[in-house]
């Protein structure tokens, strides 16, 4: 294996997920650097390295979920301990990029939040930036340093794909995922309808009308993220009242807060199938749930990065 400028590379994580965070590192055939991230009995948290990292490629793998804040401060942090004690350069891999939803005025006053983490990263002295599908790609332009953004679709038609379903129509439940129902419709050989709803108020929206012919078709829902999943819910239900035979949804980040597992649950929905961008506790692994691991994918990603060799690879349906 070619090196690059570095000698050697470390990975490190903090509390957001453990479990997510050694099974990359098992890939890569490293154990979890040594560090502990607490908390002082005020709450502010507290990071030592009992490793050295001086002129090492170091990773730090760090999902900015719920707590966001919490887990938004502990890398900031980690990153400048790494700064601190002389690290060659220092990756911040972030599976689920938390804020991302805030990346433009919506209306006056709105702050564009999922800027000012990026700003927050970039000043803690983050040399890049790994994450995996952002919630707008064009949040990548936030940033001064590089960003690889990976795509989780290949993982979700790998799966669909093992299915062999019959009659598939890819549908997006609102307009804003058409392009990710057309990247995976493509791959599926499949056609793709839409959902047209309406948004009443934040995580609150009404189904309005089916764009495309769903009747007596296996449907697939796309989206990138399911939060209190209000949006895929509604979507799957109005598909099965308009004569859909099965649905199916998945998405790369399942942040799954709120009502979301009973809305699942009491859903259309047959099989929800979710990447673990997001650690999903095993309470909330209810059977209409299917987990995927990127852990392979994010470890060649950073394999790669660490030898100079190149990641668009990474980015086709495999």
């Not at 038609?157 to 299915?163: G, L, Q, S």
């Not at 549908?171 to 959902?195: E, F, K």
């Not at 650690?279 to 691991?293: F, H, M, Q, T, Y």
Request: one cysteine or more; charged letters at 25%; a neutral charge.
């Amino acid at each position: 294996m070619k090196h690059g400028v570095y000698h050697d590379y470390k990975v490190f994580t903090g509390n957001a997920d453990i479990e997510l965070s050694e099974e990359i590192a098992s890939i890569m055939g490293k154990p979890l650097g040594k560090a502990t991230v607490t908390k002082f009995s005020d709450g502010e948290i507290s990071v030592s390295l009992w490793e050295t990292v001086r002129g090492v490629d170091a990773y730090i793998v760090q999902s900015t979920c719920d707590p966001v804040n919490d887990n938004l401060m502990e890398l900031l942090i980690i990153i400048d301990a790494m700064k601190r004690a002389s690290a060659g350069r220092i990756n911040a891999v972030i599976p689920y990029y938390g804020y991302a939803r805030q990346d433009r005025k919506a209306k006056a006053r709105d702050p564009i939040t999922a800027k000012l983490v990026a700003d927050l990263l970039v000043a803690a002295g983050a040399d890049r930036v790994v994450t995996m599908d952002l919630h707008a790609a064009q949040i990548q332009g936030y940033f001064n340093i590089p960003v690889d953004h990976l795509i989780g679709m290949p993982i979700l038609v790998k799966h669909f794909k093992t299915k062999r379903l019959d009659n598939v129509v890819v549908v997006s439940p609102d307009h804003g995922s058409v392009t990710r129902a057309r990247n995976m419709a493509q791959p599926l050989d499949s056609p793709i309808a839409i959902v047209d709803k309406r948004r009443t108020r934040a995580n609150i929206s009404e189904v309005m009308n089916i764009i495309g012919d769903i009747d007596g078709k296996t449907c697939i829902l796309v989206d990138d993220m399911i939060d209190t999943a209000g949006t895929i819910t509604n979507a799957a239900n109005a598909l099965r009242d308009l004569g859909a035979n099965e649905v199916y949804a998945c998405a790369t980040h399942g942040i799954l807060s709120g009502p979301a597992i009973e809305r699942i649950q009491k859903s259309a929905i047959k099989e929800m199938v979710l990447l673990n961008t997001v650690s999903i506790p095993k309470e909330k692994r209810i059977d209409k749930i299917k987990v995927l691991s990127v852990a392979p994918l994010f470890a060649e990603a950073m394999a790669n990065i660490f030898t100079n060799d190149s990641i668009s690879k990474l980015f086709v349906n495999r």
